[in-house]
């Protein structure tokens, strides 16, 4: 169905979960902006937060999130007593402006603290903020899960988990340093479902040191056996210099440009066939899932989580190196959670960098989001048209995607290729850019 063509796919490219990206961040952007973003937060404006534990029982050498090893009790301790500090400072900020309706926690492993602790966390949340009815969604480690954390999870009223399960291949978990045997992840959707938690994620990776397409094949067929609602395949990202514990891994066994496209295109099939709905160009569900019937009504957005249901124009950001944004600007708290948990500790938020975004910004990001989310683009500006079909000009001449005047619309089988469609709209890219991953 997909054809290769290497020449479009040599230049990395950014995933565009936001536009600006955080490479355009600086510190000309900080708290003081925080806080005056959060007093334009009109009384019924939708919200979500996002909420970060950096921590992890054992360090993944593949992942690129913001964590470390969850070794030390009182540090544990004291990153929470400073979550709790920023999420009442903030909502005493908005004075009980704003409607929160999506709430996820990630990291790093939210599981990585006691249940009795994460019930506490969200306490403060719907003491600090207007959520009470929010949907909510957790990132869980299966190797360290328990029937005590679905038992919190449930009481707390969380419709969604999502399971770093990345290869169900033993000597590929040896090679990345996560070793999970199937019956724990089974051990774990047996325990949500006992306690009701039906909706399930998978986060599964291709592109992986000495991992085969009969390799990935094999975990696309468990991963279906198993049936969760939601399964997101993503290609690794081996970027050492930026991610120094990615050095553990053998770059020589990391699978070629030709062999990740074909592990792409051969998941997209699966998946498929086995019922699983498209949902851009990386997160496969099924017919039921929340996922799947938004992107049937064209009601699918791209945030910091990836592809999503969530509309809302605001998204708060708690814990070290989340990112909070606004219509007009994005703002990251400080990255390290010892830095983060002084600036709480002095009484002031964390804001630490970020990017004002202008009304071009704003505009392209919409552009961004309907190529990535609905594969076509309308009423672009024509000084932005102009440049952009220069540069989609390869594209264009093998059929990939076609102009309609100021209208952009993607072929099917031009998928493998809307972020580098995307980039094409992005006015802060260089040729050389080297931050970013494979377009694929």
Known sequence: ?????PELLERPVPRYTSYPTAVEFSDLVGAADMVEALETVEAETP????VHIPYCQSICWYCGCNTGAANRMHRLAAYQESLESE?????????????????????????????????????????????????????????????NWAMALASCGVTRVSLGVQSFSEGIQQ????????HMIEACMASVRRFGIENINF????????????????????????????????????????????RRIDATALPGPEL????AARGHELLSAAGYQPIGFDHFALESDGLAKANAKGKLYRNFQGFTDDDSPVLLGFGASAISSF?????????????????????????????????????????????????????IPEEIVATARTALGPLEALGLIEWDKRDLRLNRNALPYARVVASAFDAYRHPDSSQFSNAI
């Open 1 to 5: 169905m997909w054809r290769y063509y």
């Open 87 to 147: 999420i009442g400072r903030v909502g005493s900020l908005l004075q009980g402006r704003g409607k929160v309706r999506h709430i996820a926690f990630g990291g790093g492993s939210p599981n990585a603290i006691a249940p009795v602790d994460f019930v506490r966390l969200v306490d403060r949340l719907v003491l600090a903020l207007n959520c009470e009815s929010a949907d909510m969604s957790v990132e869980i480690d299966p190797r360290i899960f328990s029937d």
């Open 203 to 246: 986060d599964l990776m291709y592109g992986l040191p000495g991992q085969s397409l009969a390799d990935l094949e094999d975990t696309l067929r468990q991963a279906i056996c198993l049936g969760p609602s939601r399964i997101a395949l993503f290609g690794y990202a081996h970027l050492p210099d930026l991610v120094p514990r990615q």
């Open 175 to 182: 090679a990345i340093g996560r070793i999970q045997p199937r």
């Open 260 to 263: 990740r496209f074909e592990m």
């Open 47 to 50: 919200l979500s937060a996002y």
């Open 327 to 379: 219509p007009h600007i994005m703002i990251q708290n400080e990255k390290n959670p010892g830095r983060y948990r002084a600036c709480i500790a002095d009484g002031m938020l964390a804001s630490a960098r970020g990017v004002k975004r202008s009304p071009d910004d704003q505009h392209r990001s919409a552009i961004i989001e309907r190529i990535l989310c609905q594969r076509e683009a309308r009423d």
